[in-house]
DNA sequence: CTAAAAGCTCACATGGATGTCAGAGGCAAG
DNA sequence: CTTGCCTCTGACATCCATGTGAGCTTTTAG
């Protein structure tokens, strides 16, 4: 497939895809004209790519990690291997800090809400 | 205290604090020289602040919830409260998609690793 | 064949929180 | 007073994924 249908698969922008390449995230053969080609598994590397994007991982950190899951168990992994258990743990992290803020919202607005009642409860209104 | 003693106890910059009422988030009384001075409930306002920023909200977005933590209860806080829950569905589902690409880096880590035992398992090494 | 649609490269723009620098003034201790 | 540290404002710099536009070529549809 050629570039704008993996961007309508995968809701990547054209742009974004050019971009990933460049970075050394995704491979495309060229045809004799130079137009991008890429295979089904595209869409799936474009996702894995958009997942470790929105989990806060920058390209440089993704081009580190993704050798793992081209060759796995060679010997360059090692160090891929390594590095995305460190990402792993700062994700998990992250994720344990995200959810103590949206408890802090929940008691924000839990409180809000009964100050609400209380009003409506008494005197004026 | 002074912006820098606020800044050492909260771990936020003082530019960033700067920032911060720049934005309208963080409010300040002045000495008779202009120098800003702030009350010990600072400290709790910019963590509020900071978890804010790091669950993603915009020094926008912060603006228009923060009524609701300050005025608990006043009419402008409808908007503000809504806000907050919207922010907080939307963190949910963060959370989530972060939590999926969690099990994915797990995923790959544990194949990676099965595949890596096979070889070692296997002929040559 | 022709026109529209899609691709290519190059390069500059954007946004948002922060860093950083410059120049000036404030304030406490020796 | 002076030295050193803190603070002030204002402006410019930075990072990084994307957007955007120009100018040109390829592909596809009618």
Redesign the pocket.
Do not use: K, L
């Given at each position: 497939m050629?570039?704008?249908?993996l961007?309508s698969r995968t809701g990547?922008?054209?742009?974004?895809l050019?971009?990933?390449e460049e970075?050394g995230l995704l491979a495309?053969t060229?045809?004799?004209?130079?137009?991008?080609h890429y295979t089904d598994d595209g869409v799936e590397r474009v996702t894995l790519i958009?997942r470790l994007?929105t989990a806060g991982l920058?390209?440089?950190t993704?081009a580190e990690v993704l050798p793992c899951v081209d060759a796995p168990s060679e010997d360059n992994s090692d160090a891929a291997l390594e590095r995305m258990a460190q990402e792993r743990d700062r994700l998990s992290a992250h994720i344990a800090d995200l959810i103590r803020t949206r408890d802090a919202l929940d008691g924000l607005m839990a409180a809000n809400r009964a100050h609400r009642a209380k009003l409506r409860a008494s005197p004026a209104c």
């Open positions: 050629r570039i704008g249908e961007a990547a922008s054209v742009r974004s050019r971009y990933y970075q495309s060229r045809s004799a004209r130079g137009q991008r958009q994007y920058s390209s440089r993704i």
